[in-house]
T-cell receptor, first 115, second 109 residues
Framework: KQEVTQIPAALSVPEGENLVLNCSFT??????LQWFRQDPGKGLTSLLL?????REQTSGRLNASLDKSSGRSTLYIAASQPGDSATYLC??????????????FGKGTKLSVIP | EADIYQTPRYLVIGTGKKITLECSQT?????MYWYQQDPGMELHLIHY???????EKGDLSSESTVSRIRTEHFPLTLESARPSHTSQYLC????????FGPGTRLTVT
């Protein structure tokens, strides 16, 4: 059974710092890996999706990498801002059949960026 | 604008009541999902659908049921709500990515 672990569980940094969030998964047979942001009491906002054949994806100040063989992904946030404060979730896509995929989530990293 | 909607956003209801959580998407996706998230815990898949008239149970056992009569609509029903059903319920649909609705926070008293 696929398990996803995110380290650290919580992180507090001063504004302007660069930071790295870590995600590891136990079964390398994944289809995609997707990073999300969740604000308190809200749904999930997709940040980046990395296909299993890709090594990284970039969007603005965000860069996500994927190493399938070692079961690891990292999310790099450059020049952090207070608006980046949220919980960041890593999810791996696992096939359900007939073109459907289940996302298996980690518990998330709660990020606080201090002004 | 293509989006995914959930109603109600918040619901407080007494034990034994029947409730239906609504989910609609305007993205034309065949595949839809329901996830449950307890506070501070991971999301877990409870139901999914490949398309109209297709529903399957997910990893996490749930007393809820779902239906998929129209492509855009994927409601979740609890026939008799209990305090153990208190949680956040998130609906999603997938094309290239999985897109999530804002969630319904359910409290059963």
């Amino acid at each position: 059974k696929q398990e996803v672990t995110q380290i650290p569980a919580a992180l507090s940094v001063p504004e302007g710092e660069n930071l790295v969030l870590n995600c590891s998964f136990t079964d390398s047979a994944i289809y995609n890996l997707q990073w999300f942001r969740q604000d308190p009491g809200k749904g999930l906002t997709s940040l980046l999706l990395i296909q299993s054949s890709q090594r990284e994806q970039t969007s603005g100040r965000l860069n996500a990498s994927l190493d399938k063989s070692s079961g690891r992904s990292t999310l790099y946030i450059a020049a952090s801002q207070p608006g980046d404060s949220a919980t960041y979730l890593c999810a791996v896509w696992v096939g359900l059949g007939a073109g459907s995929y289940q996302l298996t989530f980690g518990k998330g990293t709660k990020l606080s960026v201090i002004p | 604008e293509a989006d995914i909607y959930q109603t109600p956003r918040y619901l407080v209801i007494g034990t034994g009541k029947k409730i239906t959580l609504e989910c609609s998407q305007t993205m034309g996706h065949d595949k839809m999902y329901w996830y449950q998230q307890d506070p501070g815990m991971e999301l877990h898949l409870i139901h999914y659908s490949y398309g109209v008239n297709s529903t399957e149970k997910g990893d996490l056992s749930s007393e809820s049921t779902v239906s998929r009569i129209r492509t855009e609509h994927f409601p979740l029903t609890l026939e008799s709500a209990r305090p153990s059903h208190t949680s956040q319920y998130l609906c999603a649909s997938s094309g290239y990515e999985q897109y999530f609705g804002p969630g319904t926070r359910l409290t059963v008293t």
